[in-house]
């Protein structure tokens, strides 16, 4: 057996790991002590594994391994945000990204290589779309940032107390991937995550939203940014497949199976003179009015040739205000690692694009350019 055809152990969750031990003739229990070693220790060698015979390392160093992504750089900023960019696979790179907060650490964990999705506003999207990230490539992103902050025999670490899959790429549109990472990320055998603290973040995606709904209970994030489909249908495309009610159905479905009074986390992200202005809060509040959810506005992010800008504070608080005076939770997301482009929408990684669209795009920035040096604010579509 070759390096390319040995089993990666790091993406299987608990009964996949079980099925493999029987089917190379050896017992379950073993799936339990091999994820320790690897989750709890990040160990990538079967010799580290002090409580497994020679002859079953042996059999395993011959059909299987245990490999995350390369780690291609780390960088950390000013204010303790840490990134990682990791190649996967397919030759592309994706970000990872760390945020310290009081008593809690918040892991951001990309999905896919770009993203098909193509928001306007969002330079993932910008960057096209590579390719899915295996079940391995997602969580051997939390397997590398665990294994950064030091792990010490006999307990896990508990730098990462939250993982948020609101990094590069839609997690359900690699589905089965995203959920399995997602259980080993709760499993106590891997980084035992409350189901509260681990989050799917979706631009939505409806019909698996129900799927998802039906085998696992983490958080749900709505990527909403527009109170209507009009707007919705310019800013989110995914939205014209998907409109909002439908979309908003298949949310209220997914958290009323929660029960235990959880709620949706609606993002919002507030681009100036495009979704920001009271009629929009006016809206949000109707659309939401039998929604249970808190709302987190992102002031937007820029990068390069976006064709938005960020609200001016004033406009963003006006805002909170308005959907506050309405009864709702509003949280406004601080701007974290900025200076090392780290914030929500300037992961771009390195996509090895197969969609063209990053070619589409730089031609189309550079007729802008020509046309008009000075950028405006216009909602670009
Ligand atoms: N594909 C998923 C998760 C990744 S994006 C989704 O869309 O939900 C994570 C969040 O960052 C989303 O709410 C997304 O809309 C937001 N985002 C993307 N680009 C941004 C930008 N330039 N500034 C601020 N937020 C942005
Ligand atoms: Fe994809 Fe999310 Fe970016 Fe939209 S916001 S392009 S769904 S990563």
């Given at each position: ?120 506003f ?101 990527s909403?940014h ?41 993002e919002y992200t507030l681009l100036?003179?495009?979704n ?21 506005l992102i002031p937007f ?43 929500c929408g ?36």
């Amino acid at each position: 057996m070759n390096e390319t055809t040995k089993a990666n152990l790091l993406g299987l969750t608990q009964p996949q790991l079980e099925s493999f031990f029987e089917s190379i003739g050896e017992k379950r229990f073993r799936a339990g002590q091999v994820m320790k070693w690897i989750h709890h220790f990040g160990v990538d060698d079967f010799d580290a594994m002090s409580n497994i015979g020679k002859a079953l390392r042996e059999k395993l160093k011959a059909c299987a391994e245990i490999r995350g992504p390369e780690v291609v750089s780390q960088d950390i900023s000013g204010d303790g945000t840490r990134k990682w960019v990791v190649r996967v696979a397919s030759g592309s790179c994706v970000e990872t990204v760390y945020i310290p907060q009081a008593g809690r650490g918040t892991l951001c964990v990309s999905s896919q290589a770009g993203c098909s999705l193509d928001c306007s506003f969002c330079s993932t999207g910008k960057q096209g779309f590579n390719s899915d990230l295996t079940a391995a490539e997602i969580i051997g992103q939390v397997w590398i940032a665990n294994k950064s902050f030091g792990t010490v025999p006999g307990k896990i670490d508990r730098a990462i107390t939250n993982v948020v899959m609101m990094g590069m790429g839609e997690p359900l549109m690699n589905f089965d991937n995203a959920v399995a990472a997602m259980q080993i990320m709760m499993d106590d055998l891997g980084y035992g995550i409350s189901k509260r603290k681990v989050t799917l973040s979706t631009s939505g995606v409806a019909p698996m939203i129900d799927e998802l709904g039906k085998i696992i209970d983490v958080s749900l994030a709505l990527s909403l940014h527009a109170p209507n489909d009009e707007l919705r249908n310019r800013l989110v495309p995914i939205n014209r497949k998907y409109p909002l009610a439908q979309v908003l159905d298949a949310c209220r479905r997914y958290i009323s199976r929660l029960g235990e009074k959880r709620v949706l986390t609606v993002e919002y992200t507030l681009l100036k003179d495009v979704n920001d202005q009271p009629e929009h809060a006016a809206q949000m509040v109707e659309l939401l009015r039998d929604v249970p959810c808190k709302i987190n506005l992102i002031p937007f992010n820029p990068f390069p040739h976006s064709g938005y800008e960020r609200p001016s504070n004033n406009a963003i608080r006006r805002f909170q205000d308005l959907l506050h005076k309405a009864g709702h939770n509003v949280t406004v997301r601080t701007t974290r690692g900025e200076d090392i482009d780290a914030a929500c929408g300037q992961l771009v990684g390195q996509v090895m694009d197969r969609t063209r669209r990053s070619e589409r795009y730089i031609a189309v920035r550079r007729i802008g350019d020509e046309a008009a040096p000075s950028s405006g604010a216009a909602d670009r579509t």
